[in-house]
Every structure is written in structure tokens, then in C-alpha cells.
């Protein structure tokens, strides 16, 4: 059974730093496309950094040059960097892997970036 499991989410203030982990048991990240995503209250879910099974990252506009999406394979967890935080980063924060034509979630940590 696969799970993906999230932490690190928390209050921080405006321009400060949050890194996110996710950690998988049942399937491997290098094995796939690794996606974070975030839904903020009132918003659409939106892709926030992808990790390619050959180390490729892309970002969405609004976090590039902030967010930093890593993998580790030793330890099979993807991490978000998070610098810069704004009050519009508020958001619960959900890792995605896509692997096999199969998509998993984990439940998402909250991350409230306050004024």
C-alpha cells in the first residue's frame, strides 16, 4: 500500500522559511514525476513544483526564485524549500506522486504565512 506522508507545514511570518518533507512507504519517488501542490481557501489546487524521475524541476510562476523542490533518494522523501514566504503562499500544501499511470496524495499540511 502506498503512502505519502507530509510535514513541516506551521505559522511562520512574512519573508520567513518553511521546508516541507514527504515521505513515502510502498513505492519509490525516483520512480516518478513528484509534484507539490497547495489549495488555498477559496482557491483552485494548483501545482507548485514538479520533480522529474531524471532531477528536472519546474515551477510555478508565482514561487520561482523562492521555492526550491529536492529529492532524496537514500532516504525516498521530496522536500519544498520555502523562502520568501507571503501571506499569499497560505495554503495546505499536498505532495503527488504519479507513478505507473497511478497518481497518489498524502492529506496535505497547512502552511499559514501571517502579515
Known amino acids: 500500500q502506498v503512502q505519502l506522508v507530509e510535514s513541516g507545514g506551521g505559522l511562520v511570518q512574512a519573508g520567513g522559511s518553511l521546508r516541507l518533507s514527504c515521505a513515502a512507504s510502498g513505492t519509490t519517488f525516483s520512480f516518478g514525476v513528484t509534484a507539490w501542490y497547495r489549495q488555498a481557501p477559496g482557491k483552485q489546487h494548483e501545482s507548485v513544483a514538479t520533480i522529474t524521475r531524471g532531477g528536472t524541476t519546474n515551477y510555478h510562476n508565482s514561487v520561482k526564485g523562492r521555492f526550491t523542490i529536492s529529492r532524496d533518494n537514500a532516504k525516498n522523501t521530496v522536500y519544498l524549500q520555502m523562502n520568501s514566504l507571503k501571506p499569499e503562499d497560505t495554503a495546505v500544501y499536498y505532495c503527488?506522486?504519479?507513478?505507473?499511470?497511478?497518481?497518489?496524495w498524502g492529506k496535505g499540511t497547512l502552511v499559514t504565512v501571517s502579515s
Open positions: 503527488n506522486l504519479f507513478v505507473s499511470n497511478l497518481d497518489y
